[in-house]
């Protein structure tokens, strides 16, 4: 006998209430439930506490590099991670499927991996750490090894957003601009770029949070100098270690929310990018 299969989408209300209970519970009890606990135990010894641990020299030390950081890598990925989708989603080349490999590379290297390339890379006994001594430049232990690293672990997030929606896209309209007569630069900023803007920032919004939270990487190539080479996360850790638990919690606090913060941003741009796609197809309608 030849069997059927009924659709999920026809299964009764009792077993979709099921399944979406059981999503709903894992997901507080492995996700939301931590996160609450480190508000909680920063908050324990009352606001005051975790302002004045926040308020530390380190900790602002930490609070500033981390800042920098995101600063400079995020502009990077921006432009470099915006060109990659371009050349992946709109043209035919020799090595393409190895630059869409090398996308999505930090995702399956281990960031502790890349930290320590940088390091066999530009370290005093690395393939270029002697021309770099001699030259009085210093990269790891320092804000370039910051930086590297995190360029690295964070290149993903914006080329990977963007590049789903561009390939969506299609070609048509940019061959229609270019046979008007339009530049490529013209025709990427009038053409594409608009058709993928929200995206691009969702995949901004993501790359900043990623660029403050990162640790494996930084950690191999800072050298742990407290106060001047320590991020935020970096921090935490050393502050645990000390057993300075309220400053350790207050500043995993202050992290967490930044996180929290971007994800209701990324939220909201996904809600107005879909009103704005219900409303595009409403006029052509």
């Not at 600063?71 to 020799?94: E, H, R, S, Y």
Request: proline share 5%; net charge neutral; glycine share 8%.
């Amino acid at each position: 006998m030849r069997e059927t299969f009924r659709p999920a989408t026809q299964d009764s209300p009792l077993a979709r209430r099921l399944v979406a209970g059981a999503a709903i519970l894992v997901a507080l009890l492995l996700l939301a439930l931590p996160l609450a606990a480190v508000f909680v135990e920063a908050l324990r010894r009352g606001l005051p506490v975790a302002l004045e641990a926040l308020a530390e020299p380190d900790t602002l030390a930490a609070i500033r590099l981390t800042l920098i950081v995101a600063a400079i890598t995020v502009p990077v990925n921006l432009v470099g991670g915006l060109a990659a989708a371009w050349c992946v989603a709109k043209f035919d080349f020799p090595g393409k499927r190895l630059l869409t490999a090398l996308i999505d590379l930090p995702f399956s290297v281990s960031p502790v991996i890349a930290g320590l390339s940088f390091v066999l890379m530009f370290g005093a006994r690395g393939w270029f750490g002697p021309w770099l001594e001699a030259r009085d430049i210093q990269i790891i232990f320092a804000l370039p090894g910051l930086v590297l690293a995190t360029l690295f672990v964070t290149f993903p997030f914006v080329a990977r957003t963007v590049m789903p929606l561009m390939a969506e896209q299609g070609r048509d309209e940019e061959e229609a601009a270019a046979t008007l007569g339009a530049g490529g630069l013209q025709t990427f900023l009038m053409v594409t770029l608009p058709g993928v803007r929200w995206a691009l920032l969702a995949g901004v919004l993501l790359c900043n949070a990623r660029a403050m939270g990162e640790f494996g990487a930084v950690s191999v190539v800072s050298g742990h100098i407290r106060g001047e080479t320590n991020t935020v996360p970096l921090h935490v850790e050393i502050l645990y270690n000390e057993y300075q638990f309220a400053g350790a919690f207050a500043v995993a606090a202050l992290l967490a929310l930044l996180g929290l913060v971007t994800l209701a941003a990324k939220a909201l741009l996904e809600r107005a990018a879909g009103r704005r796609a219900g409303l595009h197809a409403g006029d052509a309608a």
